[in-house]
């Protein structure tokens, strides 16, 4: 089955997944990122590889903080942005999601930022796109459904290469609702493609997924089992309605079992790192203490998401 | 008007026949097979050489989408593409809008088909007043109206104690029932089989074993009721060992496959193509084997085409989103034959799981071709490819995740009571 | 074809020096374009009198031939470890030719800051310019056929050497 986000030329096209991607573009693309760091600190924070391209964000879900930093990185590339809030309405006024697609190339789109709730709504983008001739038009997945958020997992790949250089002599642990998170898919196969050889996911049996260890993980229930000698702890998001109920009894339990707590991150190799995706649900899946500590490298994470951004779309953009 | 159907191979499963034979219709019957009658003359004669004459298939479940669907598709177009793939008889259930739990409304559906004179259309009443899973439907009125069972289809029936006392209901009368054996609390909000696929892919997910806790509480029902049930799409490999077993130990059911199953496992959803959004899910490989052994040993005993035509807009979502269903009368012949040729079946048993094994279920005196049964038949070649396009398709459904295709089993005449309704 | 034999690295380099001593301010900041630019300022820093800070710059991010040929797969970091604003710069490249490399390294500068002045200083002049830029301190003029491109290497013991290639590999602009 052919790589839809790879031209026929292997060049790449769209941003879809990191599942499939060859390590050769993961390593251009942090590779690209590199001199994007530095502008930020110049004072002027803009080259001008996008002028007069139209980038349009458009979120079907939520998300201030995903879409600020893509709208950041586009417009340091000197893009035109555009944000589109779609949420549940135009959906209810009866416009398809190709329509709404349709719509924008008639105005000039030449990028695409998706967020969508639903697992393949950037790959259907994607086809709609090549089945009506529209190859010059790219798509960058956001965040779909709870399949994918490549510039988060490349961004993630970035700073632990930036902290820790060589994937192939690591083990990282990634913490919490695997389940439900595209994060840690993506996280997961940026890992395995640049030969990580010991990648775990620690969590309860209602989040994680059936047959995760075919995605190349081993599996961890006992946490303290599974950060022993990690070089990278990656703690995710416990989202809000997952916290009572039938998946998890309470946001207390899970923190007890599952939160990372200065304690617990002495198992943790000395000069492990700790990631987080950002937003923080603090005393649930992370102590304060360990948030702002000296192994945290949260912030960091977001001036690196910045640059692999605009790495992602000069790449796309600069592709014939 | 007096047909000959000239120098084809008679296959008629039921009655274990493969030979060559000419078939002779009259008055809408098969006047004879093999010799002409004393008198013969005929007053059309259809050439068969090297096509395969069999039985009219006939489908158990088709979706017809009348009333309340017309936007999708229409009886007419529908039946037409029920003839175009030799489909003479269908079983077509109840999740109409609104569903068939009215006489009236089946009366109707009943007298639309007869008029449009094509295939014989045989509605499935709904077990419960709309479908709500709440109160049981006059299936006497209903039977006399012309329902040939009740089901469920796939809406939610997950009250036991309505559907025991539904059981207990048919049971007396002797009516059969069809179920859908899917948990409906284990199933919610799922659209994949829970896999590696589904979970790589991040589809929310219904288990094998929401298919077997159903299939457990069905059979110790029937076997409480000893209610006539027949089980509507088995998907797994755990669900055909029970159906397997439960045949063994002597319980009044039958179970069907759909064709899609028979042919497609969840890795065949690629990068999210909707067109293999089913229900029930496409399952994993394991599931797809067992279903394959399942209908050579006869534990499954009929494929069905679970024609579903959706239009285009519904189809075009992500994965999730977009309607379940895919359109398959024109295609339940060719992927029967290309099953049967991969699995080295004799073409006996694989038609007969489309044409005498139905009749059985179904309690149609059809399905068959021996001299004074209806003239219902099937001729095709079975060497000829077709690739499967839109156009080609009769159907309005366009939706089928065998699109671009090359199929084996081109249908060239197909008679419904003796009166040539199609021909290629 | 050439009009000339192909001058000698490090003769040429000696005269570029030559010219530039005591001719650029004695604050000059040299800034040089990667990669053969950069290599030259760091033996024109040596081989100058004075102190003269060294930059380096990739132009990759404001080359004009971007929407034709993309993003070249091999980036550096741009790195001016001094205040642009103000200073007195000279940008260093190894071949100068149709002068749209100098062009994105003068709007990259701009990005920085505001220099006082900019001076230019190239190893090689091959004419063929597309834009009206002039180099202030030549090393050597040579005149090359358009299908082919000069090409400055540095060996391992840090030796410059130029060479002739057919056009296509990256051979300055």
């Known amino acids: 089955m052919n790589n839809p986000q790879l031209s026929a030329d292997g060049e790449l096209q769209h941003l879809l997944t990191l599942e499939g991607l060859p390590a050769e573009i993961i390593g251009r693309i942090l590779d690209t990122a590199v001199p994007f760091v530095s502008i930020a600190e110049r004072e002027v924070k803009k080259v001008p590889l996008l002028r007069g391209k139209t980038v349009f964000n458009l979120f079907f879900e939520n998300s201030t903080r995903t879409r600020t930093t893509f709208e950041i990185a586009a417009k340091r590339l000197s893009a035109d942005v555009i944000n589109l809030n779609i949420g549940v309405s135009s959906a209810t006024k009866g416009e398809t999601l190709l329509d709404t697609i349709d719509n924008l190339v008639a105005m000039n789109a030449d990028m695409f930022i998706v967020r969508h709730g639903e697992s393949g709504a950037p790959h259907l983008i994607a086809q709609h796109l090549w089945a009506t001739q529209r190859q010059h038009i790219h798509v960058i997945n956001a965040g779909d459904g709870r399949h994918g958020h490549p510039t988060q997992g490349l961004l993630d790949l970035f700073t632990i290469r930036h902290y820790k250089h060589d994937f192939r002599e690591l083990t990282i642990a990634i913490v919490g609702d695997v389940l439900h998170s595209r994060v840690a898919r993506s996280l997961i196969h940026g890992l395995t493609t640049l030969g990580t050889p010991e990648v775990r996911v620690i969590g309860p049996q209602t989040l994680l997924p059936t047959a995760v260890e075919s995605l190349g993980v081993h599996v961890f229930h006992d946490m303290r089992d599974g950060l022993a000698g990690c070089d990278v702890v990656v703690m995710l998001r416990l989202q809000s309605e997952r916290m009572k109920g039938a998946l998890l009894p309470s946001a207390g339990e899970f923190f007890k079992h599952y939160g990372l707590t200065v304690e617990k991150l002495r198992l943790a190799k000395p000069d492990a790192i700790v990631m987080h995706p950002g937003p923080m649900n603090r005393g649930v899946e992370i102590d304060s203490a360990v948030a702002d500590g000296t192994h945290s490298v949260i912030l960091p994470q977001v001036t690196f998401g910045i640059a692999v951004r605009m790495a992602v779309m000069s790449i796309l953009a600069g592709s014939r | 008007m007096r047909i000959e159907i000239r120098g084809g191979r008679l296959i008629d499963p039921k009655h274990g026949i493969d030979r060559p034979a000419s078939v002779y219709v009259a008055a809408g019957k098969v006047a004879a097979i093999g010799d002409a009658p004393s008198g013969w003359h005929a007053d059309r004669v259809l050439d068969a050489t090297r096509l395969v004459v069999c039985p009219g298939l006939i489908d158990s479940s088709a979706r017809l989408r009348e009333p309340g669907f017309e936007y999708k598709a229409t009886l007419e177009s529908e039946v037409a593409a029920a003839i175009a793939g030799g489909v003479t008889s269908l079983a077509c259930p109840p999740d109409t809008d609104p569903p068939l739990d009215e006489p009236g409304l089946v009366e109707m559906l009943k007298h639309r088909a007869r008029s449009l004179n094509q295939a014989h259309v045989y509605p499935i009443g709904a077990l419960t007043v709309g479908l709500k899973g709440e109160i049981i439907t006059e299936m006497g009125e209903l039977t006399e109206a012309g329902c040939i069972a009740f089901s469920h289809a796939d809406a939610a029936l997950a009250n036991t104690q309505v559907l025991l006392r539904a059981l207990q209901y048919a049971a007396t009368f002797g009516y059969k029932v069809w179920l859908r054996p899917q948990d409906v609390h284990l199933a919610r909000g799922g659209v994949a089989h829970d896999g590696e696929v589904a979970t790589r892919l991040g589809l929310p997910a219904i288990p094998s074993f929401a298919e077997t806790i159903a299939l457990d509480a069905i059979f110790e029902l029937v076997r409480a009721t000893g209610v006539q049930v027949h089980l509507a799409r088995i998907s797994s490999h755990d669900g055909v060992a029970r159906v397997r077993a439960a045949k063994k130990a002597g319980l009044p059911v039958t179970c069907d496959v759909a064709v899609h199953h028979v042919h497609l496992c969840d890795v065949d959803i690629g990068w999210f193509n909707a067109h293999c959004h089913l229900v029930p899910p496409l399952r994993g490989t394991r599931d797809r084997a067992a279903l394959r052994t399942g209908l050579s040993d006869g534990t499954v005993d009929l494929i069905c085409s679970d024609h579903t035509p959706v239009d285009d807009d519904a189809k075009q979502l992500p994965f999730a989103e977009a309607e379940p269903g895919a359109t398959a009368l024109e295609l339940l012949l060719p992927l029967t034959l290309k099953w049967a040729r991969e699995e080295k079946l004799p073409l006996t048993t694989a038609l007969a799981r489309i044409t005498s094994d139905p009749a059985r279920v179904l309690g149609l005196d059809a399905g068959h071709l021996a001299a004074g049964a209806d003239a219902d038949v099937c001729v095709f070649d079975p060497e000829l490819h077709w690739r499967v396009e839109p156009d080609a398709l009769r159907s309005q459904g366009k939706n089928t995740p065998f699109l671009g295709f090359e199929l084996p089993g081109k249908v060239r005449f197909t008679l419904v009571g003796g009166q040539l309704v199609h021909e290629s | ?173």
């Open chain 3, 1 to 173: 074809m050439t009009g000339a034999p192909l001058p000698d690295a490090e003769l040429a380099l000696g005269r570029l020096a030559d010219k530039m001593r005591g001719a650029v301010a004695f604050d000059a900041k040299l800034v040089g374009i990667y990669s053969g630019g950069a290599w030259l300022a760091e033996r024109l820093a040596d081989m100058l009198d004075g102190e003269h800070p060294v930059g380096y710059i990739d132009v990759s991010f404001y080359r004009d031939d971007y929407a034709q040929k993309g993003l070249r797969a091999k980036l550096a970091a741009t790195s001016i470890p001094f205040e642009v604003t103000g200073s007195r710069i000279v940008l260093i490249d190894d071949v100068l030719y149709t002068g749209r490399s100098v062009r994105a390294a003068i709007n990259e500068l701009f990005d920085y800051g505001r220099p006082e002045s900019i001076e230019l200083a190239v190893l090689i002049d091959r004419g063929g310019r597309e834009l009206p830029i002039e180099a202030t301190y030549v090393g050597a003029r040579l005149a090359v056929a358009r299908d082919v491109s000069v090409v400055l290497q540095r060996h391992l013991d840090g030796r410059l050497e130029l060479s002739l290639e057919p056009s296509g590999s990256a051979g300055g602009e």
